[in-house]
């Protein structure tokens, strides 16, 4: 990759340069790693310390930040939004050649466009869609009547099951599947046993979705379970059957929905969120990490906490909660004085 002006770079986040701006810049990295020849960027007042001694080049930073001394700066309204633009141009998406590869399974009656690569050891199934430019890595898997958009990529090992869609431009990472059983079983005591429910529904995913490692998207016991466009879903993170996620929400880490879970649109929620069934969380609203959600949240809330609860007064419970011992010494010294009180009288 050829190395770029700071100028070129500014122009493509317009961006205002504060320095000089022939400088040329060969990649991109964090402050404490960067060398020179590097660009980083500045989006927090924590990383005060770490600006000052940056060995980097040039560095992103919003209006109002520090003077920039010595080192130029690139002035932008979002740094972390530049610097994320800026990467791409030094780590663009691998090219992949189309192709179908003899080691490769795909049904006769499957449909892969020409321009669509599929590696040794994929899977495409009976009645299968696979559309233009799409990637399917080794051990990638699209069940019987699946459909796969343009330009996605399954990762090694991705799965979409039978009838189930991905949207295009989508990248499932390695081990996500999107499309097993919804967990569905009635008791019969009788016998005993559980049941199983025929999860006959599908799961869809929408466009510029991404799903991370071994994270699942059941499908619906009837009728679909659906990812919003543009929603991005980290590693290990449960959807259950029938759950709809709004566009442009962010589920991270380990975070968990119960079936038939609403969620608006720009959601976020943080790593190992539990959210019960059957509960809508309003647009815009944001859950913060291992909070448990029992109750519907309303468009635009912030909660914490298990079970959830408006974040003031989760931080108001919370320091109650670190003087707990001191309290309780002080309840039992109270108490004690109360006796004396009343033996006293008596």
């Not at 189930?164 to 499932?172: D, K, P």
């Given at each position: 990759?050829?190395?770029?002006?700071?100028?070129?770079?500014a122009?493509?986040?317009?961006?205002?340069?504060?320095?000089?701006?022939?400088?040329?810049?060969?990649?991109?990295?964090?402050?404490?790693?960067?060398q020179?020849?590097?660009?980083?960027?500045?989006?927090?007042?924590?990383?005060?310390?770490?600006?000052?001694?940056?060995?980097?080049?040039?560095?992103?930073?919003?209006?109002?930040?520090?003077?920039?001394?010595?080192?130029?700066?690139?002035?932008?309204?979002?740094?972390?939004l530049?610097?994320?633009r800026?990467?791409?141009?030094?780590?663009?998406?691998?090219?992949?050649?189309?192709?179908?590869?003899?080691?490769?399974?795909?049904?006769?009656?499957?449909?892969?466009?020409?321009?669509?690569?599929?590696?040794?050891?994929?899977?495409?199934?009976?009645?299968?869609?696979?559309?233009?430019?799409a990637?399917?890595?080794p051990?990638?898997?699209?069940?019987?009547?699946?459909?796969?958009?343009?330009?996605t990529?399954?990762?090694?090992?991705?799965?979409?099951?039978?009838?189930?869609?991905?949207?295009?431009?989508?990248?499932?990472?390695?081990?996500?599947?999107?499309?097993?059983?919804?967990?569905?079983?009635?008791l019969?005591?009788?016998?005993?046993?559980?049941?199983?429910?025929?999860?006959?529904?599908?799961?869809?995913?929408?466009?510029?979705?991404?799903?991370?490692?071994?994270?699942?998207?059941?499908?619906?016991?009837?009728?679909?379970?659906?990812i919003g466009?543009?929603?991005?879903?980290?590693?290990?993170?449960?959807?259950?059957?029938?759950?709809?996620?709004?566009?442009?929400?962010?589920l991270?880490?380990?975070?968990?929905?119960?079936?038939?879970?609403?969620?608006?649109?720009?959601v976020?929620?943080?790593?190992?969120?539990?959210?019960a069934?059957?509960?809508?969380?309003g647009?815009?609203?944001?859950?913060?990490?291992?909070?448990?959600?029992?109750?519907?949240?309303?468009?635009?809330?912030?909660?914490?906490?298990?079970?959830?609860?408006?974040h003031k007064?989760?931080?108001?419970?919370?320091?109650?909660f670190a003087?707990?011992?001191?309290?309780?010494?002080?309840?039992?010294?109270?108490k004690?004085?109360?006796?004396?009180?009343?033996?006293?009288?008596?």
């Amino acid at each position: 990759m050829r190395a770029r002006t700071i100028r070129e770079l500014a122009s493509l986040v317009g961006g205002e340069v504060d320095g000089d701006g022939s400088l040329e810049i060969s990649g991109v990295s964090g402050l404490e790693a960067a060398q020179p020849g590097q660009l980083s960027f500045y989006g927090n007042q924590r990383y005060k310390a770490q600006l000052a001694a940056t060995k980097a080049s040039a560095v992103l930073v919003a209006d109002g930040a520090p003077p920039r001394g010595s080192r130029t700066h690139v002035r932008v309204t979002n740094p972390h939004l530049a610097f994320a633009r800026v990467a791409q141009v030094f780590h663009p998406k691998k090219a992949h050649p189309p192709g179908r590869s003899t080691e490769a399974s795909i049904h006769p009656e499957a449909q892969v466009d020409a321009t669509a690569t599929v590696m040794a050891h994929a899977y495409v199934g009976k009645g299968a869609t696979v559309a233009a430019r799409a990637v399917l890595y080794p051990g990638a898997y699209v069940g019987d009547g699946a459909r796969v958009g343009e330009d996605t990529v399954l990762s090694p090992n991705a799965a979409v099951m039978d009838r189930c869609v991905v949207g295009a431009r989508c990248l499932l990472h390695a081990g996500a599947v999107i499309g097993a059983d919804g967990f569905g079983f009635a008791l019969d005591l009788s016998v005993p046993e559980h049941v199983k429910i025929p999860q006959a529904g599908i799961a869809r995913v929408e466009d510029d979705v991404e799903v991370g490692a071994c994270s699942c998207v059941d499908r619906a016991t009837t009728g679909e379970t659906v990812i919003g466009k543009g929603t991005k879903i980290d590693n290990l993170v449960q959807v259950g059957h029938n759950s709809v996620v709004g566009p442009l929400s962010i589920l991270c880490a380990q975070a968990g929905l119960s079936g038939t879970t609403t969620l608006g649109q720009g959601v976020v929620l943080a790593g190992q969120v539990g959210v019960a069934g059957h509960l809508r969380i309003g647009d815009l609203a944001k859950v913060g990490a291992q909070a448990g959600v029992m109750h519907d949240v309303a468009d635009g809330a912030t909660v914490l906490g298990a079970p959830a609860m408006p974040h003031k007064d989760f931080l108001r419970a919370a320091a109650v909660f670190a003087r707990l011992p001191e309290l309780s010494k002080e309840l039992r010294e109270l108490k004690k004085r109360l006796e004396a009180l009343e033996k006293e009288r008596t």
